[in-house]
């Protein structure tokens, strides 16, 4: 999730969520994005992509894989791979290098910089864009003469609908 109306759609209740409508938008905003870069959305990478956003919880290549032969009998790893790089090259999904895993970014229109927060009981991942301390970072890359081509920070805890939801369980 990313800025204004979007972040505040992490704290709805569950079941307040209206998920398609993310999907719709995600799969909108990159059908725009790929022509107006001129690069292919292809039937792959368009399942691929969709499959992604089935939830906002990260998913491994080899889920995917699975949940796609049923619609791609001929697809294999790479085919996979190849869809995922493109995905990410476009900045339409995010790695989640802790997890091994995938997630739909919410702001692809523009590169950015992300805090992913993922959520160790329901596996949701929210990705928030945090300038202080993507400014904090910059300026510590600068005095130490780094040179970062790209930032994302990974943190893993308990988000507030589990916390909410174990709050009413006691």
Not at 72 to 88: C, G, N, S, W
């Amino acid at each position: 999730m990313h800025h204004s109306a979007e972040a505040s759609l992490s704290n709805l209740h569950p079941l307040e969520h209206d998920h398609k409508k993310c999907v719709r938008k995600a799969l909108g905003t990159a059908e725009h994005l790929c022509v107006v870069r001129g690069v292919q959305l292809t039937p792959i990478r368009h399942q691929v992509l969709e499959l992604i956003w089935d939830s906002h919880k990260a998913v491994k290549a080899y889920d995917l894989l699975d949940r796609i032969k049923p619609l791609q009998h001929a697809a294999k790893p790479a085919t996979i791979y190849r869809a995922l790089d493109f995905l990410i090259e476009q900045g339409l999904i995010h790695r989640v290098e802790s997890l091994n895993a995938f997630v739909g970014c919410s702001c692809s229109g523009h590169q950015h910089e992300q805090l992913l927060l993922i959520c160790k009981r329901c596996n949701e991942v929210e990705e928030r864009p945090a300038p202080k301390v993507m400014e904090a970072l910059s300026e510590e890359f600068s005095q130490a003469g780094f040179v970062a081509y790209s930032k994302a920070i990974e943190a893993q805890g308990i988000c507030v609908k589990c916390r909410e939801f174990q709050g009413n369980q006691n």
